[in-house]
């Protein structure tokens, strides 16, 4: 298996633009995690799903963030309108019913 | 609100010694520790872990221990080697949640000098 794919590996876009992360988790993996991190909070959760169900996602910052996954194979975070406070490097992870997690490359987002 | 706290954010070490990298935790639920390294460019990669049932667990190099009165956690690595240099978070989780969602702290990063 490749691991968790996630794209792009950097993203660089204006303040105000819509950006679009995306996560292929591991076939067989049940739960997605959504993690950012920063030098200020460190990895923080921001959603995660079960079975492709959204089960918390109080860690999404504001309602410009929101996160779908339509099937078990992709998940996407998208950022509308993008603001220079969120970048940061975005982090996807999988897992099968444990604490295995298996993390992504990640996704630095620059938002000048 | 920090749920996990690592108050040390660098740690520079010499090969050959033994790193100690420490973690405290506020909630009183959790009961599931682990340790991830992470490198430049690269994903948190998990490296050990300890339920609340024990005080100790070893795997090669690195054994973590655990003291639930005083909610804290540390992570021995011995002895260091220059390719032990990375972040490294400290994880926690309520187990009696299904849902296996981890809390990180902010990380330390380890520098081991050849």
């Known amino acids: 298996d490749a691991g968790v794919i996630q794209s792009p590996r950097h993203e660089v876009t204006e303040m105000g633009q819509e950006v679009t992360l995306r996560c292929k988790p591991i076939?067989?993996?049940?739960?997605l995690f959504w993690y950012r991190q920063t030098m200020m909070r460190g990895l923080e959760l921001l959603i995660y799903?079960?079975?492709?169900?959204?089960?918390?996602d109080s860690g999404m910052p504001e309602d410009r963030f929101s996160a779908k996954m339509p099937n078990a194979s992709f998940s996407t975070l998208k950022i509308q309108p993008s603001e220079p406070r969120d970048s940061a490097v975005y982090f996807c992870?999988?897992?099968?019913?444990?604490?295995?997690?298996?993390f992504g490359s990640g996704t630095r987002l620059t938002v000048v | 609100d920090q749920q996990v706290k690592q108050n040390s954010p660098s740690l520079s070490v010499q090969e050959g010694r033994i790193s100690i990298l420490n973690c405290d935790y506020t909630?009183?639920?959790?009961?599931?520790f682990l340790w991830y390294k992470k490198y430049p460019a690269e994903g948190p990669t998990f490296l050990i872990s300890?339920?609340?049932?024990?005080d100790k667990n070893e795997d090669g190099r690195f054994t973590v221990f655990l003291n639930k009165s005083a909610k804290h956690l540390s992570l021995h690595i011995v002895p260091s080697q220059p390719g032990d240099s990375a972040v490294y978070f400290c994880?926690?989780?309520?187990?009696?949640?299904?849902?296996?969602?981890?809390?990180f702290g902010k990380g330390t990063l380890l520098t081991v000098n050849p």
């Open positions: 992870a999988s897992s099968l019913r444990n604490y295995g997690y298996t």
């Open positions: 076939s067989g993996h049940n739960s």
């Open positions: 799903f079960n079975n492709n169900v959204p089960i918390d």
């Open positions: 909630n009183s639920m959790f009961d599931y």
């Open positions: 300890i339920s609340s049932i024990k």
């Open positions: 994880a926690a989780s309520d187990s009696g949640g299904s849902n296996y969602k981890l809390t």
